[in-house]
């Protein structure tokens, strides 16, 4: 048997052994005695508390006796009158109920009044201020389900009958009932609506700014949140990125964006219309060489988890993209048509 | 049954109903209790007794308005230590800031002693070190252990008794000796 740690050899003094787990799966009391037979170190640890706590008991003991002061008391108790309390347990029993449980009791009742008259408040405008809902596209660069929309997306349609979209891009939403609420949306979400009739947005660029109404409470990516004059944005934005890369020379490329969420990346046609001059640069021998390449630069609107870029001719010098991504510097990989995927976030961005 | 034989509560009643006598027993049951409860927490003897005195008292003359649903013990430590609070305050005494305790209590205890002057000595230099490293202990760590050493309290009787669950009170005990260990090994290296 090993030496037990300090603290079983605390707990065994303690007689614990058998109550701590990881002590009991690990040695019996047993072998415990047998090792501190054979332990010098461990049975003068062992020892030391033991004599300690005789010490204490003992000497504590003898002061005690010495000074004990029963019959002072008793001499100073027995003038005493006692007071003219009755020792009734039943009264005194009530009274103890009565404040342990009424009071507490109290609260609770008052905190479940005043909840459940604060949230049925707020659930019951949501239900009957937000019925008809109406959402238009501000701009042509605007997503509704993956498709482009510009304009009046749909009208005045009722809240509970709208299953599930996906925005990208800006719009305006409008929630009609007693009251009017418009909402202006930017970036890149899901929009459902929820048991409670709330709209839920899910998504990581999200940004909402009530326009008009008094209050509107929605849920945004599972946590409630209440829109209203004083707090009437939401940002959920993430790094807006803009990516690009210098290419040195191309013959054929496209660009394409591929996410694996209802995010879609918007990024324009590249062609190989453009080259433009870039400045020389040595080759292997020290030859003088000159580049050409065009900027590839697209905007993202939400951060892709992967973007593809597929070479569909390369030249005989392949295609060197050294200065941004070590991705591209791999022309075999390029060769073979391949997609090579790189992350937003390795890539180099530029403003 | 005799006095000796009965629960703190039916002697308790008993009191009350006149036989203040009984109080003896209770006093007798739990003097020590207290005693110990104070020796780690106050600076002079003469103080702890007083304040022994003066919670018995205080229990006694409150006696009617005693919770029966209550363990005395606790209330009677709960009235202690209210009184070593007042007390403190009237004297403005420092608790950890003198020895004065224990060079009292060594001296007293050489009264009675009856062993060769060397063991005495050792003795009490012993008990002193236990003493001053049980009054470093966090206050919380102090009771159970001391019930538990000097009164031999079952841990069950030490929660009842204070007032806390089972387990703290398995706990207290042992950080309390893990502590004691560690400022022993410590002081014990260190150079005199």
Same mark, same amino acid.
């Given at each position: 048997?090993?030496?037990?740690?300090?603290?079983?050899?605390?707990?065994?003094?303690?007689?614990?052994?058998?109550?701590?787990?990881?002590?009991?799966?690990?040695?019996?009391?047993? @072998?415990?005695?047998?090792?501190?037979?054979?332990?010098?170190?461990?049975?003068?640890?062992?020892?030391?508390?033991?004599?300690?706590?005789?010490?204490?008991?003992?000497?504590?003991?003898?002061?005690?006796?010495?000074?004990?002061?029963?019959?002072?008391?008793?001499?100073?108790?027995?003038?005493?009158?006692?007071?003219?309390?009755?020792?009734?347990?039943?009264?005194?029993?009530?009274?103890?109920?009565?404040?342990?449980?009424?009071?507490? &009791?109290?609260?609770?009742?008052?905190?479940?009044?005043?909840?459940?008259?604060?949230?049925?408040?707020?659930?019951?405008?949501?239900?009957?201020?937000?019925?008809?809902?109406?959402?238009?596209?501000?701009?042509?660069?605007?997503?509704?389900?993956?498709?482009?929309?510009?304009?009046?997306?749909?009208?005045?349609? @009722?809240?509970?009958?709208?299953?599930?979209?996906?925005?990208?891009?800006?719009?305006?939403?409008?929630? @009609?009932?007693?009251?009017?609420?418009?909402?202006?949306?930017?970036? &890149?979400?899901?929009?459902?609506?929820?048991?409670?009739?709330?709209?839920?947005?899910?998504?990581?660029?999200?940004?909402?700014?009530?326009?008009?109404?008094?209050?509107?409470?929605?849920? #945004?990516?599972?946590?409630?949140?209440?829109?209203?004059?004083?707090?009437?944005?939401?940002?959920?934005?993430?790094?807006?990125?803009?990516?690009?890369?210098?290419?040195?020379?191309?013959?054929?490329?496209?660009?394409?964006?591929? #996410?694996?969420?209802?995010?879609?990346?918007?990024?324009?046609?590249?062609?190989?219309?453009?080259?433009?001059?870039?400045?020389?640069?040595?080759?292997?021998?020290?030859?003088?060489?000159?580049?050409?390449?065009?900027?590839?630069?697209?905007?993202?609107?939400?951060?892709?988890?992967?973007?593809?870029?597929?070479?569909?001719?390369?030249?005989?010098?392949?295609?060197?993209?050294?200065?941004?991504?070590?991705?591209?510097?791999?022309?075999?990989?390029?060769?073979?048509?391949?997609?090579?995927?790189?992350?937003?976030?390795?890539?180099?961005?530029?403003? | 049954?005799?006095?000796?034989?009965?629960?703190?509560?039916?002697?308790?009643?008993?009191?009350?109903?006149?036989?203040?006598?009984?109080?003896?027993?209770?006093?007798?049951?739990?003097?020590?209790?207290?005693?110990?409860?104070?020796?780690?927490?106050?600076?002079?003897?003469?103080?702890?007794?007083?304040?022994?005195?003066?919670?018995?008292?205080?229990?006694?003359?409150?006696?009617?308005?005693?919770?029966?649903?209550?363990?005395?013990?606790?209330?009677?430590?709960?009235?202690?230590?209210?009184?070593?609070?007042?007390?403190?305050?009237?004297?403005?005494?420092?608790?950890?800031?003198?020895?004065?305790?224990?060079?009292?209590?060594?001296?007293?205890?050489?009264?009675?002693?009856?062993?060769?002057?060397?063991?005495?000595?050792?003795?009490?230099?012993?008990?002193?070190?236990?003493?001053?490293?049980?009054?470093?202990?966090?206050?919380?760590?102090?009771?159970?252990?001391?019930?538990?050493?000097?009164?031999?309290?079952?841990?069950?009787?030490?929660?009842?008794?204070?007032?806390?669950?089972?387990?703290?009170?398995?706990?207290?005990?042992?950080?309390?000796?893990?502590?004691?260990?560690?400022?022993?090994?410590?002081?014990?290296?260190?150079?005199?």
């Amino acid at each position: 048997m090993k030496c037990p740690t300090k603290e079983k050899l605390i707990l065994y003094v303690e007689a614990l052994i058998s109550e701590d787990e990881s002590l009991g799966n690990e040695y019996s009391a047993k @072998e415990f005695e047998n090792h501190l037979k054979t332990c010098k170190t461990c049975s003068a640890f062992v020892n030391s508390i033991v004599e300690d706590d005789k010490i204490l008991k003992e000497d504590t003991g003898k002061l005690f006796e010495r000074h004990s002061q029963a019959s002072a008391i008793m001499e100073k108790v027995r003038g005493i009158p006692l007071s003219k309390e009755s020792h009734s347990t039943l009264p005194h029993e009530f009274v103890r109920l009565f404040f342990k449980w009424f009071f507490p &009791s109290l609260a609770i009742f008052l905190i479940a009044i005043m909840s459940f008259m604060l949230f049925s408040s707020k659930e019951d405008k949501i239900r009957k201020t937000v019925t008809l809902v109406s959402l238009r596209a501000v701009d042509s660069d605007s997503y509704f389900n993956g498709e482009p929309f510009q304009g009046p997306v749909f009208d005045k349609v @009722e809240i509970n009958e709208l299953s599930a979209f996906g925005l990208n891009g800006k719009f305006r939403m409008t929630l @009609e009932s007693d009251s009017l609420s418009e909402l202006d949306i930017v970036g &890149s979400m899901t929009v459902k609506v929820d048991t409670n009739s709330f709209l839920s947005f899910e998504g990581r660029d999200i940004n909402i700014e009530l326009i008009t109404g008094r209050e509107l409470p929605l849920s #945004v990516n599972g946590a409630s949140k209440l829109l209203n004059k004083e707090h009437n944005k939401i940002e959920l934005n993430p790094e807006r990125s803009q990516v690009s890369a210098d290419i040195r020379k191309i013959d054929d490329i496209s660009v394409d964006a591929n #996410v694996k969420t209802s995010t879609k990346a918007v990024i324009p046609t590249i062609d190989n219309t453009l080259p433009e001059k870039l400045p020389s640069y040595k080759n292997d021998t020290g030859e003088e060489k000159e580049k050409f390449g065009a900027k590839l630069k697209f905007r993202l609107r939400s951060l892709p988890e992967a973007i593809y870029i597929k070479p569909e001719e390369i030249n005989s010098e392949g295609v060197d993209v050294s200065n941004d991504s070590s991705y591209h510097n791999d022309n075999s990989a390029l060769k073979e048509e391949s997609y090579e995927p790189f992350d937003g976030k390795a890539f180099k961005y530029k403003d | 049954m005799s006095r000796q034989e009965k629960s703190d509560v039916e002697l308790i009643k008993l009191v009350l109903s006149g036989e203040c006598e009984a109080y003896s027993v209770l006093v007798q049951r739990y003097e020590k209790l207290v005693f110990s409860f104070l020796l780690s927490r106050m600076n002079s003897i003469q103080d702890i007794e007083d304040v022994v005195q003066d919670a018995f008292v205080k229990a006694y003359k409150h006696l009617a308005s005693f919770d029966c649903e209550r363990k005395f013990s606790a209330w009677l430590l709960t009235i202690a230590r209210n009184i070593m609070i007042d007390s403190r305050r009237k004297l403005s005494r420092d608790l950890p800031s003198t020895d004065l305790v224990i060079d009292i209590l060594l001296t007293d205890s050489a009264k009675e002693e009856s062993e060769q002057p060397a063991d005495i000595l050792i003795r009490r230099e012993r008990f002193r070190k236990i003493l001053m490293l049980i009054r470093e202990l966090p206050e919380e760590f102090k009771t159970p252990f001391l019930l538990r050493v000097v009164n031999e309290m079952s841990y069950q009787d030490i929660a009842d008794s204070i007032g806390i669950p089972l387990q703290t009170v398995k706990n207290r005990i042992f950080k309390a000796r893990t502590l004691l260990r560690e400022k022993r090994e410590k002081k014990d290296e260190m150079p005199n």
